[in-house]
Nanobody, 123 residues
Framework: QVQLVESGGGLVQPGGSLRLSCAAS????????MRWYRQAPGSERELVAF???????SVAESVKGRFTISRDNGKNTVFLQMNSLKPEDTAVYYC?????????????????WGQGTQVTVSS
């Protein structure tokens, strides 16, 4: 059973920082792209940041210069460093990974999601 588990969310004041982590576990053979999404109340889920298997990255314009995505391939973990947080960054943050895992004895490529972690930016 493949699982993605996020951590690091919480309440922070405007201008503060948080570091989110997302660890993948299970019978994983390889992980390709990893991403962070967020969804605010009443809004659609939006892509925040992407990192490829080779380390190439991109972030949404709304967070450019403030958020950084990175990964530790040895630990099957992706991170999102969030600095200079604003109230409009308040959302549930989800990680997402394209990976190959052994499922029911067979190698299978699929996309998995974490359960989400709440980030609230408020004074």
């Amino acid at each position: 059973q493949v699982q993605l588990v996020e951590s690091g969310g919480g309440l922070v004041q405007p201008g503060g920082s948080l570091r989110l982590s997302c660890a993948a576990s299970g019978r994983i053979s390889s992980i390709n792209a990893m991403r962070w999404y967020r969804q605010a109340p009443g809004s659609e889920r939006e892509l925040v940041a992407f990192i490829g298997s080779g380390g190439s990255t991109s972030v949404a314009e709304s967070v450019k210069g403030r958020f950084t995505i990175s990964r530790d391939n040895g630990k099957n973990t992706v991170f999102l460093q969030m600095n200079s947080l604003k109230p409009e960054d308040t959302a549930v943050y989800y990680c997402n990974a394209d990976l190959v895992a052994v499922v029911a004895g067979l190698s299978s490529r699929d996309t998995y999601w974490g359960q989400g972690t709440q980030v609230t930016v408020s004074s």
